[in-house]
């Protein structure tokens, strides 16, 4: 425990590095409000859980499908340009957004925000190579994603409460003063400053014609139509019960058990391979879910999303792995951005139709196809494990390592 607490305490030593760490944390605070804002924005100003879903799906429709795309012009041109361009767009595309009434006119600055959403996330990783030496890289993956991840405790806590008790438009200006932040922070710091894009390998194979590629975006389309049915199948839920106050506790519960989850499985990969334990979990990840659309909106769905969470979270360690096992050799930063536009976009199709769904029928139905999906899913993986077999062995230290680099929300 000592010896790990002094690790995390040299990096956080190195010239520059509690400054990029505290650079980037503005922006992921904005990101962990940013859907439920814009949730509760369009839905009080149009009393539609139908339009606020699908101003929530296209945002996240636009910031996904553009992931790949927005992580490649990084990788051409360097950080400091996209940087300044699009942090100063989503911020004026915010604000607009919380001046704005009808319903077309905030959708579409819903999805306007999702095409100039700044990639922080996908920005930070690798000045991180420049910041400590490489022995300590590990140890600062680990930290950067933590801090991370941890916002996501308090963030929905604090868009809910705004939303609610003060304003939406209050929620979204804050998201916007808080993005303005970071691009002002993060332009000052040395390693955006200095990095420079790293040098493709030639004749790298297209990742599309690997097998294994193929079937992990095929189950993130199964998971992602589920998994956005979640998303909003939440608030909608709350909203349409009396309880929209209990949203945002409910997603920070689920981002702390997805932490602890995270933490967990980091210290038992070692011991099992990576296709092993995916199929293991995904197993208990979707048995955990099936008491989903039968709870009440109480705390004891908070029960069952911290089980959920907390499987989810171990799941993602593992998934990080066999990317990183099966992928082709020089598209660590491809594999992980294009599959998440693949899950992503689907997740997005997910959340507009789980509005329509949650507003005609029942949120409840959204929960159940998140049970269905999470089911299927794990079918699909376990009657393909063949396909994944280079998988099916321990990962070295250095495989462990650029899994870790890779373990981001490539979307911002």
């Known amino acids: 425990m000592k010896s790990s607490l002094a690790s ?19 922006a992921r605070f904005s990101y962990g409000m940013i859907s439920l804002s814009i949730f509760f924005k369009v839905q009080g100003d149009t009393g539609s859980i139908a339009a606020a879903g699908l101003a929530t799906g296209v945002n996240a429709l636009a910031g996904s499908a553009t992931a790949g795309l927005r992580g490649a012009v990084i990788d051409r041109y360097g950080m400091r340009w996209p940087i300044r361009i699009m942090v100063p767009s989503y911020g004026v595309a915010l604000i607009l957004m919380s ?12 999805m306007l925000m999702g095409f100039a959403a700044p990639p922080i996330n996908l920005s930070v990783r690798p000045l ?14 680990a930290l950067d994603t933590a801090a991370m991840n941890s ?21 979204l200006r804050t998201c916007a003063a ?11 710091t040395w390693q955006v400053r200095t990095w420079k894009p790293e040098v493709k390998e030639e004749k790298t194979p297209p990742i599309w014609r690997v097998k294994a590629i193929q079937l992990l975006a095929l189950e993130g389309v199964i998971l992602g139509l589920g998994w956005g049915a979640f998303d909003i199948a939440i608030p909608a839920l709350g909203t349409l019960e009396g309880a929209p106050q209990l949203v945002g506790t409910l997603f920070a519960v689920m981002s702390l058990f997805n932490v602890i989850g995270g933490l967990i499985a980091g210290s038992v990969s070692r011991k099992i391979s990576p296709l092993r334990g995916f199929t293991i979990i995904y197993l208990l990840w979707a048995i955990s879910s099936i008491p989903l659309a039968f709870m009440n909106f109480d705390w004891t769905m908070a029960i069952v999303l911290a089980f959920l969470a907390f499987f989810g979270g171990v799941q993602q360690v593992f998934y990080w792995e066999i990317t990183e096992a099966v992928r082709p050799k020089g598209t660590a930063v491809q594999a992980m951005a294009w599959l998440w536009t693949i899950e992503g976009t689907a997740a ?21 196809a998140a049970s269905v999906a999470l089911l299927l899913s794990f079918i699909l993986i376990k009657s393909n494990q063949s396909t ?19 373990a981001i929300d490539t979307t911002k």
């Not at 916002?151 to 929620?171: I, K, R």
């Not at 997005?348 to 159940?368: D, F, K, Q, T, V």
């Not at 321990?394 to 390592?401: L, R, Y």
């Open 348 to 368: 997005s199709i997910g959340i507009a139709i789980g509005g329509y769904i949650s507003e005609h029928l029942s949120p409840r139905y959204c929960l159940g």
């Open 8 to 26: 995390y305490l040299e990096v956080l030593r190195a010239p520059g590095a509690l400054k990029l760490l505290l650079a980037a944390f503005p």
């Open 388 to 406: 994944l077999s280079r998988a099916d062995r321990i990962p070295t230290s250095e495989e462990d390592q650029a899994a870790m680099e890779n």
């Open 151 to 171: 916002v996501g405790v308090v963030a929905p806590v604090v868009a809910t409460t705004l939303s609610l008790q003060v304003s939406p438009n209050t929620s």
């Open 99 to 110: 001046f704005g009434s009808g319903k077309t006119e905030l959708i579409l600055l819903a």
């Open 128 to 141: 991180w190579r420049l910041t400590v030496p490489t022995e300590k890289l590990r140890v600062a993956f």
């Open 178 to 188: 808080l993005i303005f932040l970071s691009g002002i922070f993060l332009a000052r």
